[in-house]
DNA sequence: CCGAATCCCGCCTGATACTG
DNA sequence: CAGTATCAGGCGGGATTCGG
């Protein structure tokens, strides 16, 4: 039990840990974008509904969020060749999946808590 | 099944998920609360030794997020009346059990790597 | 409709110096 | 040692305007 304790501090002391963990930092980093993700979590949107979505988001920043998001292969962009053209947002496979980290924030959170309050 | 799944969207979608999340925002958040935090999962430290583990950190912005931290429940400041003083910093019980939010987030951050170089 | 370009401000942070 | 004080710079992000 000692052993693993060791194994395991060694494993979150790479380099790999410190990187893999800067790669969800990314995810979550700025004010929008887990408005965001959590909004697309109901499903595909567009750009004007996003926008409609988040309250008080301007276009400029949904429209940097969306391409950070997109970058970190978050979410996918689909454009349709309508008039005017059609833009389509949603989750990767990757991005349906972040709720699982985000369910485990705030489970530590709610025993963070009730640990507190006990004082 | 699907029962289920809209029980725990209803969950994610509460105001006490928001507010839950926020709360571990605040302990990730800004440059240095991760490596204070990582540096004292090895054990308590005095001020300075932090400065000195912690790269490029100032004792301002040491002074401030060990502030933070200990207003959030994560750190635990001890003072001894030496001379001149000794002051010793330590993770609470909360503080030590964070690392599981670390480790779903590097878990998550993995799997993506692996699903993305699939494509 | 879907953004890009530009301008601008506040505050977070760094650097440096100083105190009990 | 363990911080605080002060000033300056940068950057995230808001407001507005314009283009395809």
């Given at each position: ?108 959170a709610v025993e ?8």
């Amino acid at each position: 039990m000692e052993i693993i304790n060791q194994i395991d501090e060694v494993k979150r002391c790479s380099v790999q840990y410190v990187l893999a963990l800067n790669d969800t930092l990314n995810v979550i980093n700025g004010k929008w974008k887990l408005p965001i993700i959590g909004s697309l979590m109901y499903g595909k949107k567009r750009f004007k509904e996003l926008e409609r979505n988040i309250d008080k988001i301007s276009p400029r920043m949904l429209s940097k969020e969306l391409k950070d998001l997109e970058n970190n292969g978050v979410v996918e962009r689909t454009v349709y060749n309508t008039t005017p053209v059609t833009v389509e947002y949603e989750l990767t496979e990757s991005g349906k999946t972040f709720h699982s980290v985000l369910d485990v924030m705030v489970e530590w959170a709610v025993e963070h808590r009730e640990r507190t309050l006990e004082l």
